[in-house]
């Protein structure tokens, strides 16, 4: 008998990732999960007979590769209202499946085998590995808390001849701060005389806290000539599960980002696009609204933590916290996490996970996309401590 092929891995230091593994660990031990970045709430009412509409209408075959046109027009609609510039919708903006395909998608359109890709540390975690499968070379730059902002001198400091793209990603999972106009023109200062791309992942472009809004590397008129931004339905609905997402870039860039897309998925959900143009369309209150909802679980969640020993760090965006386990523990982020899912029945994600160095910290994200009694008992479990 011969034995089974082994191939050699292509990603040999990746294994399941931590959000499956905390998952898994909550359900085993009941623990109230506040890992894993989705809501315990269903989307919108509106959206939902939406799609048992466009089933019903026989809208069940694949959908045009770059989206179907009303999604795409009514999200170059959307980029018009918020930054004050209308991508073409023919040209310039394309349907993916989730922020995760057109992330990759990017990727592998611009990454040749040598290429420098910089990202920022702590970074999501889809990043790296399409870099490395485009053969490229990630250079992580390292943000400090508790602001981690940014240096821009050190950043252009680690510029090279070979940096080919940059990957940002504001607000930011997992720290919840956010970049500022001036970040982007920092941006384009240090790479305007330079060949180089960015990939601007804006997935909670409506959960922004800041008061003058989301800053967007649409509304840099000189940076969007370079620049592919990613955003997705699924945070903005709470429906993470249906994985639609899409990319705004020019179209010089859309056309390469398409010509992997058409190979990776080809096509997008049909009734679920059809869908979700008529909420873009009819309800656009619900994104407009979405900071409000959002920070009123944010602020509930942090008054109920106000008597635990855990120090919040601030929160300007996205739907999670970091929490200083400091005055609690000595363990190290990964076992604070597993014990906090054992003995405490609440689960955290361990802030290390998203850096690739060593990261000595006693920091966890908590995620409040949750219901209020969700919230609360997990507040009350977590000020016992
Ligand atoms: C920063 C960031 N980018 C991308 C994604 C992936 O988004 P999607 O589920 O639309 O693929 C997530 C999901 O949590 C995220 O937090």
């Known amino acids: 008998m011969s034995a089974a092929l082994i191939p050699d891995s292509k990603l040999p230091s990746l294994g399941t990732t931590i959000f499956t593994q905390m998952s898994a660990l909550a359900q085993q031990h009941q623990a109230i999960n506040l890992s894993q970045g989705f809501p315990d709430f269903d989307g919108p009412d509106y959206l ?14 694949y959908a045009p590769m770059t989206g179907v ?68 070379r990630l250079k992580r730059i390292a943000l400090q808390p508790p602001t981690f902002r940014v240096d821009w001198s050190q950043f252009a400091a680690s510029l090279s001849d070979r940096t080919r793209l940059v990957i940002l990603n504001t607000p930011h999972n997992p720290s919840a701060t956010v970049w500022q106009k001036a970040d982007f023109e920092q941006l384009w200062q240090a790479i305007a005389a330079r060949h180089i791309f960015v990939l601007s992942d804006e997935i909670y472009e409506h959960i922004c806290f800041a008061s003058d809004g989301h800053a967007s590397v649409l509304a840099h008129p000189s940076l969007r000539q370079r620049a ?31 010509k992997v897309h058409q190979y990776l998925t080809f096509s997008v959900n049909t009734p679920a696009q059809f869908a979700i143009a008529d909420m873009l369309r009819e309800q656009p209150q619900h994104w407009r609204e979405l900071p409000d909802f959002y920070r009123a679980k944010r602020d509930r969640f942090i008054n109920a933590l106000a008597d635990s020993r855990f120090e919040i760090l601030p929160c300007e965006g996205t739907y999670f916290l970091l929490a200083d386990y400091r005055a609690i523990s000595d363990l190290d982020d990964v076992s604070f996490c597993r014990w906090l899912t054992e003995h405490v029945g609440v689960a955290a994600i361990p802030l290390s996970v998203f850096c690739a160095e060593p990261f000595p910290n006693t920091l966890i994200r908590l995620c409040f996309a949750k219901q209020e009694d969700t919230l609360d008992a997990a507040a009350e479990r977590l000020c016992r401590l």
């Not at 939902?48 to 075959?61: E, I, K, M, T, W």
């Not at 795409?72 to 004050?84: F, N, V």
């Not at 709470?238 to 010089?252: E, F, L, R, S």
């Open 228 to 258: 592919i931004a990613v955003s997705s339905f699924g945070k903005t609905f709470h429906m993470t599960g249906w994985k639609v997402g899409y990319c705004v870039a020019p179209a010089a860039l859309s056309a390469e980002v398409r």
């Open 69 to 136: 046109a009303p999604l795409r027009q009514a999200i170059a609609e959307k980029t018009h209202a918020l930054y004050g510039w209308r991508p073409d919708a023919e040209s310039e903006v394309t349907v993916t499946a989730g922020a995760t395909e057109a992330l990759f998608a990017a990727i592998a359109a611009l990454v040749r085998p040598g290429d420098e890709v910089i990202c920022f540390d702590p970074s999501y975690d889809s990043y790296a590995p399409a870099v490395t499968l485009a053969g490229g």
């Open 48 to 61: 939902q007979q939406r799609l048992a509409y466009h089933v019903s209408q026989g809208a069940n075959q």
